[in-house]
């Protein structure tokens, strides 16, 4: 086997306790060995005396000096390497130019009173140093390079996301287990008593408080809390509570944990801050149900997945407990999600990455402080038909209430009643055109005056929370690349009856400040809520084709503008409601026609995929089946099931027109 050796890996990692971090350096480095030993190629592991052998053919152990511990990474390891350096641990030698340096989160700025004093001023002084000299800074998650980025002065585009892998619970044997079986506690009639496991240290960000301080409702339940993991010494102490249904296990195998993960009830995973939040992957690859924060990176890592919750509302996190307890339906379907989920992260795929890096680590100009640029402007656009009380009363809480205040407002309708008393606002344009949201969306692009960067679409049902147009602002104007932004929906009324202006201003106003959030992307944009970069939009425009069901259009449109380059993302902070106001919707046999041959004809144009649209028509179809018997008040069930039947009759005949809704007879809702 020939030796690379284009570059070398910090193996400091290897003298080290196992926590999240060195679990990610070892499985990193265990992927670099695969890929470069089907080379026939070798890439030095560089570690200090003591360091045990991981035995990698690809990666092979090579001690270096006689002294260990940061003394060993600043003083011995530079001048042992002086080639390029990948660092895996969130330090590297201070002062080398060459090394790629992956920090894992900025939990030592966001969350200061987790770590000891010495930790905090070693980790404040060392990382900005490594963001002004190293070549490149990478780390595990969206979220994690936002913040990085904001308190180490770098642009978040710059640093290199890649993310943890799964494929390292797949060697874990439940059988092997030694310490778990022993810790399950039985009911009287001999059957284990359902638990809830917890992973992780003590630290305070890790909010295992939360949990502790519902052990007495889960014993009414009849559920055991059990919390495996040891305390790092890095870590403050923090007292904890003890109950009769509460165990601490402490340090347990990764056996153990197998054992664990596919008995409990659920991994509940309450933590305030996350770089990644490796725990949750891994309960997702062993088939373990998850309640998580919805704060950080977890909603990035776990998507739709999980059961999320606020890490302060002990309250939901007991309803979410109840309702796994409750039903095994929905377990397993949170089983299934979940391990479709974890695939999607691989070692493999990370190891690729490092890789290509490492080749050209692509210097940029880091650790310098950001100039403040100009913030964009945003035109606020509302396409609205029939509805000129709703709209005008959602458009006056945006002008009231948004802290970063639109350059422009406009509201598209067939007519200028359909504006209600907003058309005669001194600070509101109205737009008058063709009906049909396609047409109406154009129109407002057509109408942009100069000078408007950045266009919002909100629905005329849609509240946002009084800062969404100033995270939007922010986000265009840090990301560069960013050319299509949607936020994130709290409650949607058009789930259920629809929602009051009551209400929708009592659930903003619970939902509490806002707090940094993950970019998830890709992500279709969603268009009750999105905005997008005018530079980026150039010529394109709405499929006017798709005369009904805005939902596809907004993925239709998106899937174009990405097709010209940039990100679309969603950002968890920007936060709204959509009332769901059921006045002015359209048939159901129109809706339901339009459920089957949107997709399709999309599917032709190439702006949605054969998985995408299978997925689609399945759930409409069984949906509108299901519940055509006792349908829901506020659903024309038969109506949308009659119009999938006609709509899925003309496509077996070649007839993909999804314009023709409209020429569908309005039937009587029953």
Known sequence: ??????????????????????????????????????????????????????GLDGTPLKLVGRSGGHAWEQAVLPRAWPGRLLNLCNTAPAFKADQVVCIHDANVFLEPESYSASFRAFYKTLQPLLARRAARIATVSTFSAGQIAQHLSLKASDILVLPNGHEHVRAWDPNQATRAPSALRRNPDGSERPFVLALGSRARHKNLGLLLGLAGEFATLG???????????????????????????????????????????????????????LPALEAMARGCPVISTDRASLPEICGTAALLAPPDQPHLWLAHVRTLLASADLRQELIGRGRLQAARFSWADTAQGYLDVMQAPQRRDVGRPRTASAPPSIAVVIATLGRPDVVAQTLRRILDRQTYKPAAVMISCIKPEDAGDAANWPDVAVVTGRPGLAAQRNAALAALPEGIDVVAFFDDDFVPDAEWLDVAARTFRDEADIVGFTGDVLADGIKGPGLTFEEVDRLLAESGP?????????????????????????????????????????????????????RLVKCMAARGVHM????????????????????????????????????????????NLARSAVPEPFIDRRGRLRGNLRGAADALLGRLEPERALQIRRKAVR
């Not at 690379?4 to 290897?14: D, H, K, Q, V, Y």
């Not at 993960?261 to 509940?268: P, S, T, Y």
């Not at 399709?600 to 759930?619: E, N, P």
């Open 1 to 54: 086997m020939k030796a690379a050796e284009s570059f070398g890996i910090n193996g400091r990692f290897l003298t080290q306790s196992m926590t999240g971090v060195q679990r990610y350096a070892l499985n990193v480095t265990r992927a670099i060995s695969q890929a470069v030993s089907v080379q026939g190629s070798t890439i030095p592991l560089l570690a200090p005396p003591g360091a045990q052998d991981p």
């Open 514 to 566: 806002v707090v940094p959030a993950p970019l998830i992307e890709p992500f279709s944009p969603y268009g009750c809520n999105m905005a997008f970069r005018r530079s980026a939009i150039g010529a394109l425009r709405f499929d006017e084709r798709l005369v009904l069901y805005g939902w596809l259009e907004d993925r239709d449109f998106g899937a174009a503008l990405r097709a010209k380059g940039g």
């Open 223 to 277: 559920v055991d809390l059990i919390i495996a993991g040891g305390q790092a010494g890095i870590f403050a102490a923090e007292d904890l509570q003890r109950s009769e249904n509460v165990q601490h296990l402490g340090f347990v195998s990764d056996h153990d944990l197998a054992y664990l993960l596919e008995r409990a009830l659920c991994l509940a995973f309450p933590s305030l801050t996350e770089g990644f939040g």
């Open 580 to 623: 769901g106001v059921k006045g002015g919707r359209i048939a159901g046999d129109r809706l339901g026609y339009s459920q089957v041959v949107n997709p399709l004809y999309m599917l032709r144009k190439g702006t949605m995929t054969y998985a995408q649209v299978a997925d689609h028509l399945f759930r409409n179809f069984t949906s």
